[in-house]
C-alpha cells in the first residue's frame, strides 16, 4: 500500500501577540503558502474582504472564528487549526494576546511543543511580548521561536532585526526557556515564512515553516520516568476472556517493558508487567503518548486513579502541594476555599491553604501582599487534598505535575496549577 | 530505539484516552452513529478502546428516513459484529406523532429536525454523554469545541462560556439534567482520517468509493436522484461517476465527480483537492455562520 505516513510526526504549537502584531495574517500566510487553503475557503475570503471594502484578500479573516468575534473583529477564544506538510503535520492553537485572555494563553500553551511570538518590528519587544514569553516559559513549552514581524516596514533593516533580539535575549535569560529562535519575517509578504526572502541576505538561519518542519521534538515527553495512571479497568466477563483484568491508560512518563518489576500506588505492592495488550496485538515497550492496557502477573486490586510505576523511581506521594496557579473564574479564588481537584486521572478534594505571592506576568515580580487572585491572575498557591495523590515538578513532567480545580458549585473549570 | 509515534498513532491514542475517560466519568453514554466514514472511525476506535471487552454503550442513529439505502445495511452488519445496542431515532416517526413539522419547498431537508428528534432520545434515554465524531477541521465554528462540549438542560451549546481545557485533564462535571457532547476525533483532519482507515483497513459503505449514479446539480452541487427531493424542470438527471465525501442525507449531501474506486485513489483525491468536503453541503450553504447556529440549538 502506498501510504507513506510513518515519519509524519504531529507538531502543537501557539500563536501569541499584541492586536495587530499580525498573528492572524501569520497563519493564513502559512495556510496558504503549504496549500492548506481549499478553493471554497479562498472564495468565501475574497467576497467577505470585498464586502468590507478591503483590497486584495484579507488572509487574516481566514482564522477568524465565531460570530460575535465576528462582529467586534478580535479572536476571544483558542480556535484551534490544522494543515501538514510532507513532513509533518501541525496543530495551531490560536490564542488572542490581551492581558484580559491569559487563562486562554495558558489553556493553548499547555499542551504546545513550541510557542511562537510574534513581534511588530516597528515596536519591538513590549509588554505583551514578555508576557507571551513569560507564560511559555511557566507553561514549560519546549521550544520558542521569536518572529520579528513587518520587516517590510523597517526596509529588511538588519540592526532593527539585531535590536529586538538582543532586546529579547537579555529578557528571555531570566526566564525558564531553553531553546529560543529568531526569525525575521513578513506575514502580509510572505518573506522567510514558508519562501525564503531574498530581501533578508543578512539572514541566514531557516524560514518559519523549516523551522517547524525541523526542530526536534523526540526528547518533548519524559522517557526516563515511568508512569502509567489507571485510567479504566477492563474486565470482559465473557467466556472467552474470563480472568481477563487490564489496566487500561495512556503512558504519561518512561518507557514500560513487559516483565518490568513495578509498584502500585497507592498500595505499595510490587508485581511484574505479565502483558502490554492492545487490539493490534501485545507489545514489548510502550512509551508516550501511548493508549493500552496492562496486565499485571499478580491478581491485585487496582482502580481508576491508581498509578503503576518502576519500584526504584516514584513519583512523591503527597496530599501537600505548592502550584502556580493561573486563575480562570470571574469569582476570585478563595482563600480558605475548598475546591475539587483533578490529577491524571485522580479527583479529590482540596483546601487552599495559602497563598504565596502573586505574580506579575507583564515583569515577574513577586508581589507577597496581594491575595487578591482574580481571573487570569497568576499566583503561588499551597494546597492541601484529602487524599495523597502521585506527583511529580511540572518540569520533569507536564501530564503528573499538573492539575485543574473545579468550583463545587458550578461545576467550571477555575483554576489550572503546575506543581512546584 | 525511537519513541516517535507518527501522527496518526498519536491521534488514535488521543481519542481511545478520550473514549476511555467517558465510559470512566459518565454514568450512561452513547455514540452517535450518523453511518458515515468519521462514525466509523469512532466505533473503530472504540472497539481498540475497549478491547478485548466490547464497547461498553449504545449506538445512537438518528435516522431521517432520506438515507442512501447502502448506509443502512451497512449499519446493520457494523451494529452486528460489534456486538453493540443499535438505538433509532426515527424522524418519519417524529412528524407521524406531531412532533416536528416537515420543511417544504425547493431546499427542504430533515436537517433541521433531527435536532428535535436527537435531544428526544438523549431524554429519553437518560444519556450524560454524547459521543460525537464531529471534527475541528470541518468547520470554523467547529474550530473552537471543546472535547467535552458542556450542554445545558436544553441541550443548548453556549460558545462564550466554554470550560478550558489544559493538558489531559476533561472536566466532565455537571448539574442532573445537563448533559456532554464528546468529540474524540477533534484533532483528525479529513486526510487523517482517510489515511487512517485505509492503513487499518476499515471497512466502509460503497457510497464511499466512485461508483454509477444517476446524479442532477442544484446551486452548482451535484446531488444523486432519489424519491424524497422533486427535481426542477430545468434540472436534467445524468449518469455519472460519483462518490460521497461526506455522507448524511440524500436530499442535502452532494456528490463529487470522481474515479477513485479505492482508498489509496480516495486518499490522492482528498490530498489534491481544492474545496472542503462540507463545501458540498447544501445545510451549510445557507449562510455563512449556519453551522454555529445549529450547533448552539444542540446539532451535532
Ligand atoms: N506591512 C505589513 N503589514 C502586516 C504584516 N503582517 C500583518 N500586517 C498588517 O497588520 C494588520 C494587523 O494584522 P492581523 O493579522 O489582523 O493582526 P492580529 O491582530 O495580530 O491578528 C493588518 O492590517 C495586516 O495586513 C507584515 O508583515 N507587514
Known amino acids: 500500500m502506498s501510504i507513506s505516513v510513518d515519519n509524519s510526526e504531529l507538531l502543537r504549537f501557539t500563536t501569541a501577540g499584541s492586536v495587530d502584531d499580525g498573528k492572524s495574517t501569520l497563519i493564513g500566510r502559512m495556510l496558504y503558502d503549504s496549500k492548506s487553503i481549499f478553493e471554497d475557503q479562498y472564495e468565501k475570503l475574497k467576497a467577505t474582504t470585498e464586502r468590507r471594502g478591503e483590497e486584495g484578500v484579507n488572509l487574516a479573516l481566514l482564522t477568524d472564528g465565531l460570530r460575535s468575534e465576528r462582529e467586534q473583529g478580535i479572536t476571544i477564544d483558542v480556535a484551534y487549526r490544522y494543515f501538514a506538510t510532507p513532513k509533518r503535520k501541525f496543530i495551531i492553537a490560536d490564542t488572542p494576546g490581551h492581558i484580559q485572555y491569559t487563562r486562554n494563553m495558558v489553556t493553548g500553551a499547555s499542551t504546545a511543543n513550541v510557542a511562537l511570538v510574534l513581534i511588530d518590528a516597528r515596536n519591538g519587544v513590549v509588554e505583551q511580548t514578555r508576557r507571551h514569553a513569560i507564560i511559555a516559559s511557566l507553561l514549560q513549552i519546549p521550544h520558542l521561536v521569536v518572529c520579528v514581524n513587518k520587516m517590510d516596514l523597517v526596509d529588511y533593516s538588519e540592526e532593527a532585526y539585531e535590536a529586538i533580539k538582543e532586546e529579547f535575549e537579555s529578557f528571555a535569560s531570566k526566564l525558564d526557556v531553553v531553546d529560543v529562535h529568531f526569525i525575521p519575517i513578513s506575514a502580509l509578504k510572505g518573506d522567510n515564512v514558508v519562501h525564503r526572502s531574498d530581501k533578508t541576505p543578512w539572514y541566514d538561519g531557516p524560514t518559519l515553516m523549516y523551522y517547524l518542519e525541523n526542530v526536534h521534538i523526540g526528547s518533548d515527553h519524559n522517557l526516563i520516568d515511568v508512569r502509567f495512571p489507571v485510567q479504566y479497568v477492563v474486565r470482559p466477563n465473557t467466556d472467552e476472556h474470563h480472568d481477563y483484568r487490564g489496566y487500561a491508560g495512556r503512558i504519561a512518563g518512561g518507557v514500560m517493558k513487559k516483565g518490568d518489576e513495578v509498584m502500585l500506588l497507592p498500595s505499595g505492592f510490587t508485581t511484574k508487567v505479565a502483558k502490554i495488550d492492545t487490539f493490534d496485538g501485545e507489545l514489548e515497550q510502550a512509551f508516550p503518548p501511548m493508549s493500552v492496557t496492562v496486565l499485571l502477573e499478580d491478581d491485585l486490586d487496582l482502580s481508576r486513579g491508581d498509578m503503576i510505576v518502576r519500584v526504584n523511581n516514584q513519583p512523591e506521594v503527597t496530599q501537600d502541594m505548592e502550584v502556580m496557579m493561573c486563575w480562570f473564574s470571574d469569582r476570585p479564588l478563595q482563600p480558605r476555599g475548598k475546591y475539587t481537584i483533578m490529577h491524571t486521572t485522580q479527583e479529590a478534594r482540596c483546601v487552599v491553604k495559602e497563598i504565596r505571592y502573586k505574580l506579575d506576568i507583564n515583569t515577574l515580580h513577586r508581589d507577597l501582599e496581594d491575595n487578591d487572585i482574580r481571573m487570569n491572575d497568576i499566583a503561588r498557591v499551597v494546597l492541601r487534598t484529602t487524599k495523597p495523590l502521585f506527583v511529580d515538578e511540572y518540569r520533569k513532567n507536564r501530564i503528573t505535575g499538573s492539575i485543574i480545580l473545579i468550583d463545587e458549585g458550578t461545576n467550571n473549570t477555575v483554576g489550572a496549577g503546575m506543581i512546584i | ?300
Open chain 2, 1 to 300: 530505539m525511537n519513541y516517535n509515534l507518527n501522527h496518526l498513532r498519536e491521534l488514535e491514542s488521543e481519542s481511545i484516552f478520550i473514549l476511555r475517560e467517558v465510559a470512566a466519568q459518565f454514568e450512561n453514554p452513547v455514540l452517535m452513529f450518523s453511518g458515515g466514514k468519521d462514525s466509523i472511525l469512532m466505533t473503530h476506535l472504540a472497539q481498540k478502546a475497549f478491547h478485548p471487552g466490547r464497547i461498553p454503550f449504545p449506538l445512537l442513529h438518528i435516522d431521517t428516513g432520506h438515507n442512501f439505502p447502502e448506509a443502512i445495511t451497512f449499519r446493520d452488519d457494523l451494529v452486528e459484529r460489534l456486538g453493540v445496542r443499535l438505538i433509532v431515532g426515527s424522524v418519519q416517526e417524529a412528524i407521524d406523532k406531531g412532533m416536528v413539522v416537515e420543511e417544504t419547498g425547493y431546499n427542504a431537508s430533515r436537517n433541521g429536525l433531527q435536532i428535535a428528534v436527537l435531544l428526544d432520545e438523549l431524554e429519553k434515554g437518560k444519556f450524560d454523554a454524547a459521543l460525537g465524531g464531529a471534527r475541528r477541521d470541518e468547520e470554523k465554528a467547529r474550530a473552537k469545541e471543546r472535547f467535552f462540549s458542556h450542554r445545558d438542560e436544553f441541550g443548548q451549546w453556549d460558545p462564550k462560556n466554554q470550560r478550558p481545557e489544559l493538558w489531559n485533564l476533561f472536566n466532565g462535571k455537571k448539574q442532573y439534567g445537563e448533559h456532554f457532547r464528546v468529540f474524540p476525533i477533534s484533532n483528525w483532519t479529513e486526510l487523517d482520517v482517510w489515511q487512517y482507515l485505509a492503513i487499518e483497513n476499515v471497512p466502509l459503505p460503497s457510497v464511499y468509493y466512485a461508483h454509477k449514479r444517476e446524479v442532477f446539480e442544484r446551486d452548482g452541487i451535484l446531488l444523486a436522484e432519489n424519491e424524497f427531493t422533486p427535481r426542477r424542470p430545468e434540472e436534467e438527471v445524468k449518469e455519472m461517476m460519483v462518490r460521497c465525501r461526506t455522507m448524511g442525507d440524500m436530499t442535502c449531501t452532494g456528490v463529487w465527480p470522481s474515479d477513485a474506486t479505492t482508498l489509496e485513489a480516495i486518499i490522492q483525491e482528498v490530498s489534491t483537492t481544492r474545496v472542503t468536503e462540507r463545501g458540498a453541503r447544501s445545510d451549510d450553504k445557507r449562510s455563512e455562520t449556519a453551522m454555529e447556529d445549529r450547533k448552539k440549538k444542540g446539532y451535532f
